[in-house]
């Protein structure tokens, strides 16, 4: 079994900043991948930024250029560093790990708070 812990998330004012981090443990072979999701009140689940292991970062559009993915391989974790954040990126921020093993295996973080607001 595999853990996903997240933390960092918070209230913030419009233009502020907030890094998220979420850290995978337990029976950990390979990592596909390591990103991020947010679902907002009404909304579907969504992809923020998702860091293939060897491939190219994928951001959403509507976060390109103010957020940030990155991994540290050796503690597998992941970080989110979000910049000018916006009222509309009100959300529960997911982490997201897709472990290899016999097959491939979706994890998911018990979800954090992210609240833009003045």
């Known amino acids: 079994q595999v853990q996903l812990v997240e933390s960092g998330g918070g209230l913030v004012q419009p233009g502020g900043s907030l890094r998220l981090s979420c850290a995978a443990s337990?029976?950990?072979?390979?990592?596909?991948?390591m990103g991020w999701y947010r679902q907002a009140p009404g909304k579907e689940r969504e992809l923020v930024a998702t860091m293939p292991s060897g491939g190219s970062t994928i951001y959403a559009g509507s976060v390109k250029g103010r957020f940030t993915i990155s991994r540290e391989n050796t503690k597998n974790t992941v970080y989110l560093q979000m910049d000018s954040l916006k009222p509309e990126d009100t959300a529960v921020y997911y982490c997201?790990?897709?472990?290899?093993?016999?097959?491939?295996?979706?994890?998911w973080g018990q979800g954090t708070q992210v609240t833009v607001s003045s």
């Open positions: 997201n790990a897709v472990i290899l093993g016999e097959y491939e295996y979706d994890y």
């Open positions: 337990g029976s950990i072979f390979s990592i596909k991948s």
